[in-house]
Every structure is written in C-alpha cells, then in structure tokens.
C-alpha cells in the first residue's frame, strides 16, 4: 500500500510499525462506523459492513494502516430482549468473508475494544455472563472475516469491589471458562483508575494472556512506582508467536474545562472553568511525548494506536509532526520526510471536531 500525501511520503508495508485510531472518522464527511439506528427502524451488521468497507477505502486513500472498528457494528446482537437481531452475525457470513478478504489485502490491521460494561471480573454472575456473549459475538466477526491473531480484543480488568486481590482472582477464573475463540483474540490492558502496570502483569503470569501497554494510564496509575521502559519492555514480551505486540498512547488534556454549576443564589446555570482531569485524552498528540517514548523503545517493535478526540486527523497530523521533528522516528512508520512538511496536509483546522467516540 502506497499513498502520497502532499510533501511526504507514506509507506505502510509489514516491515513498518502502523498508527492506528479508534471508530469515527473525522478526515472525511458522511462516513460512518456502524449503523446506529435504533432497534425500531431494523438496524442490522449488513449495513454497518456496506459503511466499514467505505472507510476501508478511506484508510487506503490516507496510507492507515490499522483501525479499531466500532464495538456496536453488530447492533443488538446480544441484547436479551431483542432476540431477532441474534442472528445476524452468521447471517452476513459472507459480507464478512467478503470484507476480511479486503482488509487483508490492504494489509490492515484490526481490533474491537469492547465497552466498558464488559466486565468478567464481576461478582454478579449475569453481568459475567453477558460480558462473555459480548466478547464471543465480537471475536466471531474477526473469525468470520478469517482475519489472524493480530485481530484482537481489548478489555481492562474491570471493577475492584472493594478488594484488588479478589478482582484479579475472578478475572483469572474466568478466563479459564471463556470460549476458545474469545480466549485465542482476548489482550488485556492497564487502567487508569483501578487495575495498574503490576496488576494486569500478575493476571498475565497467571494466565499468560497478552497484554496492551496505555502510556497515559501508567502516568495515572502507577503506585508500585514502577519505571516505565522495563514496565513496557515487560508488556511487550508477553504476546504470543510471531504477532506484533501493540500499545494505547495518547496524551492527557492540559486546557481548563467547562463545568455548568448551578448558583445558589440565582438559582440558573453557571458555567465555571475547573483544572483539567489527566485521565481525559487530549484531542490531537504531544508530538515530543511520542518521540521521547518510541527511541527510549527503539528496540521493542510495536504498533500503536492513538487514542485521541481528532481521531484519524490526529494521526495524520502526527506523522506531519514526526516527518518535521523526528525523522528517525518516522521512517519506522514508513513516513518518508521528502523536504518538510507543509501545514495543509492536515486540513481546516476548523473541521476537527473533538469527539470521544470509541474509546
């Protein structure tokens, strides 16, 4: 795959690490990541296809080489009250052998993060068991696709009730009872609240499931005080055969934030300005954040998905940034800086609309 955009060039070949972003595409009006109509209007994982193969158009166009595809792309699918939307999955089986088939022509790299109501460590049996009829119908889409072992899913650990050490133990428990299929595609990452570097390393050696390094969540949740390139060197190790290891980094909001309050006084909403969260992802990259880490990590090959609000406009201005102030850096995503980079390979500025999506 080869694109040109404007004044450099990018290359995205398997011998380059990919940049990689998360459901909504910005860059490009009118593309969606899955079909969101609400149960009554019929929503089904057939249009949400016909939508994903335009933006797998799209990421060819802009030289993207891995995306994680929105966690609702099969609407309904394991709602428990709507079972005429269980079968749809099976239903486009050929769409997505169709679709697995482009992808892995382009050399595009997949994943699903899975939101934030899966979550097998629960002492709520019900919730543990909907959490894995989510991860299962997921990890069929990828196996429909015949997509390999790159094509992951993503959870965190999940909630504490009151005891880390009990949390943990539930996880590993279940993980033993998951269905072969989610179990071969599951990855588990560090939180930025809860579970930390040393926590999901504990889970990993009871389990040896494969883990995803978030720079901004070790910032945030690190109380063993662990020292980051062994702690990530260490993460790194943990995936499995030939699969190339990948990693979360985004960059924490640094700009007060509005919070409407109500006054006492007057009884209306005011909008007060407070210091912003660290956990919040900013919209586009620190660029000089990002080089520090990829040469202190020079010798530890991994792809990386960018959290960000721009999304995919974020990534294209990163690799803008990387061909400007870090050529070393950029060659080994296959950006080749050809005599500087011009400010309008990133666009209107005023067309980047901040948006949380998936996270």
Same mark, same amino acid.
Request: charged residues 25%; aromatic residues 10%; proline residues 6%.
């Given at each position: 795959m080869q694109t040109c955009q404007s004044m450099?060039?990018?290359?995205?070949?398997?011998? &380059?690490?990919?940049?990689?972003?998360?459901?909504?595409v910005l860059g490009e009006p009118g593309l969606k990541s899955n079909d969101a109509?609400?149960?009554?209007?019929?929503?089904?994982?057939?249009?949400?296809?016909?939508?994903?193969r335009a933006i797998f158009d799209y990421l060819a166009r802009s030289g993207i080489a891995m995306y994680r595809m929105s966690s609702d792309l099969a609407p309904y699918a394991t709602h428990p009250d709507l079972p005429q939307f269980h079968h749809q999955i099976r239903e486009c089986a050929?769409?997505? *052998?169709?679709?697995?088939?482009?992808?892995?022509? =382009?050399?595009?790299?997949?994943? &699903?993060?899975?939101?934030? &109501?899966? %979550?097998?460590?629960?002492?709520?049996?019900? %919730?543990v068991e909907k959490s894995i009829w989510d991860l299962t119908s997921q990890?069929?889409?990828?196996?429909? =696709?015949?997509?390999?072992p790159e094509a992951v899913l993503v959870v965190h650990v999940g909630g504490v009730y009151g005891d880390k050490v009990s949390g943990r133990a539930r996880w590993i428990d279940t993980y033993y009872q998951l269905p072969e299929p989610v179990r071969r595609r599951l990855v588990l990452e560090n939180d930025d609240i809860r579970f930390s570097a040393a926590d999901v390393l504990a889970i990993h050696d009871a389990t040896g499931v494969p883990l995803i390094f978030d720079n901004l969540h070790f910032w945030c949740n690190n109380p063993e005080e662990l020292s980051i390139m062994p702690t990530f060197e260490r993460f790194v190790r943990t995936w499995r055969g030939e699969v190339r290891p990948k990693m979360h980094f985004s960059s924490p909001r640094?700009?007060?934030?509005?919070v409407a309050r109500k006054n006492r006084t007057t009884g209306k909403s005011d909008t007060v300005l407070q210091p912003p969260i660290w956990t919040g992802h900013a919209?586009?990259?620190?660029?000089?954040?990002?080089?520090?880490?990829?040469?202190a990590?020079?010798?530890?090959?991994?792809? %990386? =998905?960018?959290?960000?609000?721009?999304?995919?406009?974020?990534?294209?201005?990163?690799?803008?940034?990387?061909?400007?102030?870090?050529p070393d850096v950029a060659?080994? &995503?296959?950006? =080749?800086?050809? *005599? *500087?980079?011009?400010?309008?390979?990133? *666009?209107?500025?005023?067309?980047?609309?901040?948006?949380?999506?998936?996270?």
């Open positions: 450099y060039e990018v290359i995205v070949p398997d011998q &380059f690490l990919r940049l990689g972003f998360a459901a909504k109509r609400r149960w009554q209007s019929g929503p089904h994982l057939r249009q949400s296809l016909v939508y994903l050929a769409e997505l *052998g169709d679709l697995g088939r482009h992808a892995r022509a =382009m050399g595009l790299r997949l994943s &699903f993060h899975p939101s934030q &109501f899966i %979550v097998l460590n629960s002492p709520d049996r019900a %919730v990890a069929e889409i990828l196996d429909y =696709m015949e997509l390999g640094t700009e007060f934030r509005s919209d586009f990259l620190n660029p000089f954040e990002f080089i520090t880490f990829l040469r990590a020079s010798h530890l090959p991994c792809d %990386v =998905m960018l959290e960000a609000n721009a999304k995919d406009r974020a990534l294209i201005r990163l690799r803008r940034d990387l061909a400007r102030y870090a060659t080994r &995503f296959g950006v =080749m800086p050809d *005599g *500087g980079v011009p400010e309008s390979t990133l *666009g209107s500025d005023e067309q980047c609309v901040p948006d949380d999506g998936d996270a």
